[in-house]
């Protein structure tokens, strides 16, 4: 069952029309979020990014569309699919039908998906940068707007090659973020991660990690623009995104990462936001 608009119908009742700008010209959002122990995980802050990302993009956001609102439909659909325990939220919103460029209406209609978690793998995890195509620095590349083509190619690109991820960097040939995740990278007890200005999605757990180890005085965090050569120069990677949450990369080129740090990082994350 998906949730439409407030509406629960079966996948073979589902229909979008041909004149879906989500569609047609990628004019739409979408977030996901993890349910996990019988909560959605950090639900404000998600809800309060989409409420961003939508003002950003010009759309009107309905008087009712409120944070209770927003967690009751995505809890009835929830307990239409028979999931208590575990799975992957899916929010799409995008603008009503009709128009070219020019939208008719910025009304906006929405979807949610969901599906079970499957068990977390533990899989080495070996990175590379992708080239072929950078993303756009600035503010519109820190949303999750529907055009992932980018993201696209370079998970094709990562899969023929036998990569588990790729790096996404910019049209300065900064690094960005992975294909699916933020990236951090450790070197002693500074946590480096790309500055929003760089294109990187703001994500969530990218967000509240920053928080968190700011406060922690054996870390020093900093938000800084990065060459690929530093990915040769430091001493750990990770990557975080709201399923995963953390996790250590193994190997970048010839070079190995250890994960000490990481470890602790992810001992200090889960006992604070897991309590």
């Known amino acids: 069952m998906i949730n439409q608009n407030g509406s629960l119908k079966s996948r073979e009742d589902f229909n979008l029309s041909l004149d879906n700008r989500a569609f047609k010209y990628g004019d739409g959002i979408f977030d996901t979020l993890k349910f996990e122990d019988g909560a959605l995980c950090f639900l404000e802050d998600h809800y309060f990014r989409l409420m961003s990302s939508m003002r950003m993009l010009r759309m009107r956001i309905p008087m009712d569309f409120t944070l209770d609102y927003y967690e009751k439909q995505i809890s009835l659909t929830l307990e239409a699919n028979d999931l208590h325990h575990k799975a992957r939220v899916r929010v799409n919103v995008f603008r009503q039908d009709g128009g070219l460029y020019a939208p008719l209406s910025n009304e906006i209609n929405f979807i949610i998906e969901v599906t079970a978690l499957p068990i977390f793998s533990n899989e080495s995890i070996e990175i590379e940068l992708f080239k072929d195509f950078p993303i ?49 990278l450790v070197r002693g007890n500074e946590i480096i991660t790309p500055a929003l200005e760089t294109g990187c999605i703001n994500g969530i757990i990218r967000k509240k990690l920053i928080e968190l180890l700011k406060k922690d005085q054996n870390f020093v965090v900093k938000e800084l623009s990065i060459s690929p050569f530093d990915l040769l120069k430091v001493d750990e990677v990770f990557l975080t995104n709201s399923i995963n949450e953390i996790q250590s990369v193994d190997r970048y080129r010839k070079k190995k990462y250890t994960k000490g740090k990481t470890e602790e990082i992810k001992r200090i994350f889960d006992a604070e936001t897991k309590k």
């Open 136 to 184: 756009a620095s600035g503010l519109l590349s820190t949303i999750k707007t529907n055009n992932r083509m980018v993201n696209i190619l370079g998970s094709i690109y990562a899969k023929e090659n036998g990569y588990q991820n790729c790096i996404l960097i910019n049209e300065k040939k900064e690094l960005a973020e992975a294909l699916n995740a933020n990236i951090f």
